[in-house]
């Protein structure tokens, strides 16, 4: 117990901005005031693999270590469609995957956004034109937002997370 | 013990067995024997490969030309790899299944049977499997007569009839998870029968991210097929993506510069460290130790971090390509990655000890998730799956290839088999992934960092293996005229670990899944395809 105690003071807090990110910081502070404003301090996300290659996964689960500490900023991910403000939609919208992204955004309280992640979910990126796959997460919904890159880098999708709520801010 | 001196001892049971070998290739699919067969014997030869001891590694089928389709599988012994091929007639696509020797052949046998229309007379399970209602019944992607678009407007409907097994009786309850998991994961179906607590039985539904990544392959040039590779599944981009090159170069028998293949390696073992410290960090989450998971994460981060510095990607996707790798390190990228290294080190001096003999964790992964030998061995499970249970096998040192057959690889070995024995050999593997790197950017070769492509002639085809983070990666490639694919089969390891879950989990708590199948962490997307 005393080594784990000793291990996490001499880690100290590694979320940034102690390090190199300073824009990070900006984001972060710049998110917060939004969703305090716009979401009463909570935004709801929950993530939904629609064919993804699991690039853009990994990328969701950076957000959520101690260097981005996405949670900080009033951002979080849920574990049903029912909790969430917005669903996270990745991967090329593969047909197998059509009828449960479906069921997940019915399953979405109104009112809802829908955010494109990664090249795929626009439009269908390296798998687009296959037999298998619709092309893009507008193919089957509205999208409010998208998320470009292969896969989006943490700092990407919280630019991209605070453009939502901006474009929504008493617009 | 020299290569393929058990061969001869092969074909004499083959002999034995009445399986007429018409026709046998050291040279076509270079460093693997190519034996051809006639169909109907290509059950009895799966018969003389397990009395042979021989692991089964893949099967893959291709479309030849109107008439002819032509059937592969790799089987594996002492390090050398041998495939076996038989023509088979598409007027009537019928022969016997090698599933009945080797259970890891099942599923591999129903994606062709889905793919292709082939069928496996005496196939234990007939269902299908990669196709759910994406395309109609009777249709078959990759034969030559479907269309990269597909077939137009159709069905896309949930798969509910799927016929799962079925167990009755007093106390026995269902319970159907996914394919929207409650984390942030890939989608999958699993279907649990237990009672109280205690799992019967598990039964795994996938194919929910199919990509049709095989077809989408053909008519591709050999960059595009790279960059597909990458994207099998992301978190083995570089692992797939030399796999690919390996085998297109294999075919166009194009020499590969050694200061590219050290980089590839380099390259490979930056992945292997990602992943394994994202799942140990992950593990420990699933049991509650959060102390753990947010220090595994904060490496992770740290070493994502100086990827991107250096190559120019958190996940280094397209940092190999055709003929070589995309980048070239200066010195001062190698004193970085060195300085990253470093670290790495000795922060894992302090933390694996603490993992290691956290009494809370012990109580939770000793015992859990047990996979015995015997299972391991029965389903062929390779990487760190079967470094746990006792099956030492490793493709970088034991069948050897650039640069590895040049460096002191070691791999560690656990026999208990449990989701603690996965955890230690994953971070057993971190440190020696760690001293590869020392020796690979100490002996960095000078020259170049790539040749040119050349495209080989029509018919030129390869076979990729190497030791991905998940163990033995398989890629096959055949070129058609002017540089285009006409085949790309890329095998996760994934393929041979997922049946191995369905196996551990007998007779643990339902709430200890989710710790179990993250020690496996068996892709979906690679899976899929």
């Not at chain 2, 299944?97 to 069928?119: C, K, L, N, T, Y």
Request: one cysteine or more; aromatic letters at 8%.
């Amino acid at each position: 117990m005393l080594r784990i105690l000793n291990k996490i003071r001499k880690t100290g807090i590694v979320t940034e901005p102690v390090a190199r990110d300073r824009s990070l910081d900006e984001l972060g502070i710049e998110l917060k005031r939004l969703v305090d404003r716009r979401m009463r301090g909570s935004f709801a996300i929950r993530a939904v693999d629609a064919g993804s290659c699991n690039g853009c996964e990994l990328e969701i689960h950076a957000l959520n270590n101690p260097v981005y500490d996405v949670e900080r900023f009033g951002v979080h991910f849920v574990a049903s469609p029912r909790h969430a403000d917005a669903l996270l939609v990745t991967g090329p919208v593969s047909r197998h995957m059509v009828a449960a992204l479906q069921r997940s955004y019915a399953a979405t309280p109104a009112p809802k956004w829908v955010i494109a992640m990664g090249d795929c979910a626009v439009d269908g990126g390296e798998f687009r034109g296959g037999y298998a796959v619709l092309g893009g997460v507008e193919r089957v919904m509205a999208v409010d937002l998208v998320i470009p890159g292969c896969p989006p880098t943490p700092t990407a999708l919280l630019r991209g997370l605070l453009a939502l709520l901006q474009v929504h801010d008493g617009a | 013990m020299s290569r393929f001196d058990w061969l001869s001892e092969l074909l004499a049971r083959c002999e034995d067995e009445h399986v007429l070998v018409r026709h046998g290739s050291a040279r076509r699919l270079r460093p693997a024997h190519l034996l051809e067969i006639d169909h109907e014997d290509w059950g009895r030869f799966a018969a003389v490969a397990h009395s042979q001891g021989c692991r089964w590694s893949a099967v893959w089928g291709e479309q030849v030309d109107e008439a002819l389709f032509s059937l592969n599988a790799c089987f594996a012994y002492r390090g050398d790899y041998l495939v076996v091929r038989a023509p088979v007639a598409i007027r009537q696509p019928v022969l016997p299944s090698q599933a009945p020797w080797f259970p890891a052949a099942s599923r591999p046998e129903r994606h062709v049977q889905d793919m292709f229309g082939i069928v496996f007379s005496d196939h234990p399970d007939t269902r299908r499997w990669t196709r759910h209602k994406g395309w109609p019944e009777g249709h078959y992607p990759l034969r030559k007569d479907f269309p990269v678009a597909g077939l137009g407007a159709h069905d896309v409907a949930a798969d509910a009839d799927y016929p799962f097994a079925q167990i009755a009786g007093a106390g026995v309850y269902e319970i159907p998870v996914g394919p929207v998991h409650a984390g942030i994961i890939e989608p999958g179906h699993f279907r649990f029968q237990a009672v109280g607590e205690t799992v019967l039985n598990l039964e795994e539904r996938l194919g929910y991210v199919h990509k049709g990544i095989e077809k989408l392959a053909e008519g591709r040039d050999a960059a595009g097929v790279a960059r597909l590779a990458g994207r099998v599944s992301g978190d083995t981009s570089v692992g797939h993506t030399w796999a690919a090159c390996m085998a297109m170069e294999r075919a166009a028998r194009l020499s590969v510069p050694a200061r590219a293949l050290w980089l590839r390696a380099v390259l490979a073992e930056r992945e292997r460290i990602a992943n394994h410290l994202g799942d140990i960090g992950a593990v420990c989450n699933d049991v509650g130790f959060a102390f753990a998971h947010y220090q595994f994460s904060r490496l992770r981060e740290s070493w994502q971090r100086v990827s991107d510095e250096v190559f120019g990607h958190r996940l280094l996707m397209d940092c190999v390509i055709p003929g070589g790798v995309a980048r070239d390190l200066d010195a001062v990228q190698v004193a970085a990655l060195k300085v990253g290294q470093g670290t790495l080190r000795r922060e894992l001096d302090a933390l694996l000890p603490i993992v290691d003999d956290h009494p809370s964790l012990e109580d939770r992964l000793l015992g859990t998730g047990v996979l015995s030998l015997h299972t391991a061995v029965q389903l062929g499970v390779v990487g760190y799956l079967g470094k746990a249970s006792g099956v030492d096998y490793d493709v970088r040192r034991d069948h050897g290839y650039a640069p590895y057959h040049r460096l002191n690889v070691a791999s560690p070995l656990a026999t208990s088999g449990d989701v603690a024995s996965r955890v230690k050999v994953r971070a057993e593997e971190i440190g020696h992934s760690l001293a590869l790197l020392e020796q690979l950017l100490d002996g960095l070769p000078d020259g170049a960092t790539a040749v040119s492509w050349t495209p080989p002639a029509a018919g030129a085809e390869g076979l990729g293996l190497l030791e991905g983070w998940r163990g033995e990666i398989l890629c096959y490639v055949r070129f058609a005229a002017d540089g285009r694919v006409a085949r790309f089969f890329p095998r996760d390891p994934s393929w041979l670990s997922w049946p191995a879950l369905e196996q551990l989990i007998h007779g643990n708590i339902v709430p200890d899944f989710p710790v179990c199948n993250k020690s496996v962490n068996a892709s979906y997307s690679g899976h899929d395809l």
